[in-house]
């Protein structure tokens, strides 16, 4: 059996942090506590989440994992932080491209130790849009990976227009790999249900799932346009209208919902934290301890419905990893490797 192979493709960026007791008003300075530059970008995360999780011990690594994605070329921070953190992880970072006329990325977040480390992000995408605007570029890139019955994950902080050229190459049924999308942040414009249909996991927190329902809006009651809906209720409307075979809604505290449309559905509580530090990644390590407990079940070649029998404790052990990554501070550096676990 080929190894399991996951290919993210999505951002890289520098994340400057600024720890403070709560957030300014408008119009006020405050002094803050700290400042940390430090490796991020969902999609890099992502990969060094699913990298992570393949160790189930310090030497031995369950899957290939790769980097699709651009940064600023001889950018210090890349070379300090953003490569040595992916290659350590064990993430091949062949795909990431250097551009000569663009900036890496970045984030500027703002975390509030007083409202349990929540965070709030400024993201300038740089190389993040002007690396990666060409669909066949892009897919070019993908050639050497074998993914065949392999995962392809993807994030929003590339362009939208690559984003749906990407999804309509990976969800056409001739294409065997499958699809993961976590819509974060979810693009303005949406995603049009063409493109979602043939989804294999759509991954979203709260907010995400709402502002995603813009995809099913012809398919919503006038009841449920305006209400408030709850995730059993959510789900099915991408089951049915979306075509996506699984859905995740991550709850934060309350843990994570998660559906399949082979029936298989229920709620799996978060892990014990004793204190919550900075909830930056939390997200990203979610996916990509599930995108990795995912990416092992396919290389199986098993039909997609006999991951009902092992999605629950795909979701808990991905709870447990997010546990884990918020009781350190950073993006990045502060994912579990799975041998930590
Ligand atoms: O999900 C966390 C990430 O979002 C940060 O690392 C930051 O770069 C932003 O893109």
Redesign the pocket.
């Known amino acids: 059996m080929a190894p399991p192979q996951i290919c993210v493709i999505g ?1 890289l ?1 520098i ?1 400057f942090v600024t720890y403070t007791p709560r957030c300014p008003d408008a119009g006020e300075t405050l002094t803050a506590s700290s400042l940390a530059i430090s490796a ?3 999609g890099a ?1 992502q990969a060094v989440a699913c990298g992570r999780a393949s160790f189930a011990a310090r030497d031995s690594q369950e899957a290939a994992v790769s980097m699709i994605g651009a940064v600023g070329a001889g950018d210090p921070y890349y070379a300090a932080l953003l490569r040595p953190t992916l290659e350590g992880s064990g993430v091949s970072t062949k795909g990431i491209q250097e551009k000569t006329d663009s900036q890496t990325g970045s ?1 500027t ?1 703002i975390v509030d130790e007083g409202a349990g480390g929540e965070n709030r ?1 400024l ?1 300038v995408p740089g190389a993040n849009y002007t690396g990666m605007d060409k669909v066949d570029a892009v897919l070019a890139t993908t050639q050497d990976i074998h993914l065949d019955q392999g995962v392809v994950v993807m994030q929003g ?1 590339i362009p939208r227009a690559t984003t749906l050229g990407l999804m309509k190459h990976f969800n056409d049924p001739a294409c065997r790999s499958h699809l993961i999308f976590n819509p ?1 942040p979810v693009f303005t414009e949406g995603i049009p249900l063409p493109a979602l249909a043939g989804t294999s996991v759509l991954a979203m927190n709260e907010t995400e799932a709402v502002l995603m329902t813009q995809s099913v809006a012809e398919y919503l009651r006038p009841d449920q346009a305006t209400a408030e809906l709850k995730p059993e209720e959510l789900a099915p409307l991408f089951h049915q209208h979306a075509k996506v075979h699984i859905v995740l809604i991550t709850l934060g505290a309350k843990g994570a919902y998660f559906s399949t449309a082979t029936g298989k559905q229920g709620f799996a509580p978060s892990a014990a934290v004793e204190k919550v530090v900075d909830t ?2 939390a ?2 390590t979610f996916v990509g301890y599930f995108a990795t407990a995912f990416a092992k079940f396919v290389a199986t070649g098993a039909a997609l419905e006999e991951f009902d029998a092992q999605i629950e404790t795909a979701v808990r052990r991905a709870n447990v990893a997010a546990a884990g990554c918020v009781q350190r501070k950073g ?1 990045m550096q502060s994912i579990p490797f799975a041998y930590e676990i």
Do not use: L, P, V
């Open positions: 951002s960026n994340d991020g970008g969902k995360n984030a977040i992000i993201f902080e974060a930056t990644a997200g990203d993006a």
